[in-house]
């Protein structure tokens, strides 16, 4: 005669934690994937600038980050334009500026209004591109220096 009570309530609980235990699973590899694609206006910040990411205000950000990426950051700085830190890399570039704008004002919702039109002879463009074997990473930082606000934008592969 075998004992059957005993291994019919084992078999609700071994499965009751299989489940527990790909369900934890699965909330980890969601979290750790999601936080890697997922634009954190902070964390770039602090990968661009010198400055610290406390330094500034209203820090905002968009787009997407994976193989390929595209993402930008808008944020004010009372009194000066941030320190990039490949600043000696980034030139004026007015030529662009146009583009630059426009970029900026779409992809922000409201766009800003240190973007408007009448902003225009307000802003100061840099860019940066670098063209390696493997990848291109193309740079912008737009500022506004009347309203001090200032866009940085970095998109590549």
Do not use: C
Not at 13 to 34: N, Q, S
Not at 121 to 137: A, D, G, H, P
Not at 148 to 155: I, N
């Amino acid at each position: 005669m075998t004992n059957q009570g005993g291994s019919g309530a084992a078999k609700p609980l071994m499965a009751l934690l299989a489940v527990a235990v790909i369900g934890l699973v699965g909330y980890f590899i969601y979290k750790i994937g999601f936080s890697n694609y997922t634009v954190q206006p902070a964390k770039i910040f602090a990968e661009n600038f010198v400055d610290s990411p406390e330094s500034v205000t209203d820090l905002t950000g968009g787009g997407e980050v994976s193989g390929n990426y595209d993402y930008w950051i808008h944020f004010k700085l009372p009194g000066h334009i941030a320190e990039l830190k490949k600043k000696s890399e980034f030139l004026p570039n007015d030529q662009d500026k146009e583009a630059a704008r426009r970029y900026f004002a779409g992809v922000e919702t409201p766009p800003s209004p240190a973007l408007g039109v009448d902003q225009y002879n307000n802003l100061k463009f840099y860019n940066r591109v670098k063209n390696e074997t493997q990848s291109v990473t193309s740079e912008w930082l737009l500022h506004n220096v009347k309203t001090d606000d200032q866009f940085f934008r970095a998109w590549g592969y």
